[in-house]
Antibody, heavy 123, light 106 residues
Framework: QVQLVESGGGVVQPGGSLRLSCAAS????????MHWVRQAPGKGLEWLAF????????YYADSLKGRFTISRDNSKNTLYLEMNSLRAEDTAVYYC????????????????WGQGTMVTVSS | EVVLTQSPGTLSLSPGERATLSCRAS?????LAWYQQKPGQSPRLLIF???SRASGIPDRFSGSGSGADFTLSISRLEPEDFGVYYC?????????FGQGTKVELK
């Protein structure tokens, strides 16, 4: 079955950097747009970034102010999120999730989610 | 940015009762989805394109609405339906979520 497995979370100091990974299996990864979504402790869901199936388009939440970069390696079936200048308010569970439909050129809902990886920004 | 406001914040109901959740957008949206999240779990897609049920979702879940006003209905609550529900709009290359409605056991 389709599976998304995030990794790379941990504790990082304010101002530090971290790279998250999301390994996909059970699907043709290169056919799907992918997203990162986060959830701060006890809070709601926040969409962060999107990368189209062929990497032609990347979109980010305005709140990130250029600190995060989404990328993918279709040969490794892996999605990444590079996070820089981390702040305490970036503390959250980070989920990767996929577009519901293949080869989607318009926006789509998210049908499969990983289990999430926890990022804690603290000195 | 489109802001989604969900109401009520908390819904206290008993199994077998009907649940009606509201999601209002700050402007007309192209597409709307609903997700369910239980404690310690990842979100699960219930409804997409405002009224289409996702794969494997029971028919007691239904979505309706258009423009800026949407509703998720659960016809007869089952014990496994208690949790937090989020609406999400997608379109214009931005995705935003509502703040969530918690459906709790009365």
């Amino acid at each position: 079955q389709v599976q998304l497995v995030e990794s790379g979370g941990g504790v990082v100091q304010p101002g530090g950097s971290l790279r998250l990974s999301c390994a996909a299996s059970g699907l043709t990864f290169s056919n799907y747009g992918m997203h990162w979504v986060r959830q701060a402790p006890g809070k709601g869901l926040e969409w962060l970034a999107f990368i189209r199936f062929n990497e032609n388009n990347r979109y980010y939440a305005d709140s990130l102010k250029g600190r995060f970069t989404i990328s993918r390696d279709n040969s490794k079936n892996t999605l990444y999120l590079e996070m820089n200048s981390l702040r305490a308010e970036d503390t959250a569970v980070y989920y990767c999730t996929k577009d519901q439909n293949q080869y989607r050129w318009t926006d789509d809902a998210f049908d499969i989610w990983g289990q999430g990886t926890m990022v804690t920004v603290s000195s | 940015e489109v802001v989604l406001t969900q109401s009520p914040g908390t819904l206290s109901l008993s199994p077998g009762e009907r649940a009606t959740l509201s999601c209002r957008a700050s402007q007309s949206v192209s597409f709307l989805a609903w997700y369910q999240q239980k404690p310690g779990q990842s979100p699960r897609l219930l409804i997409f394109d405002a009224s289409s049920r996702a794969s494997g979702i029971p028919d007691r879940f239904s979505g309706s609405g258009s423009g800026a006003d949407f509703t998720l209905s659960i016809s007869r609550l089952e014990p496994e339906d208690f949790g937090v529900y989020y609406c999400q709009q997608y379109g214009g290359s931005r995705w935003t979520f509502g703040q969530g409605t918690k459906v709790e056991l009365k």
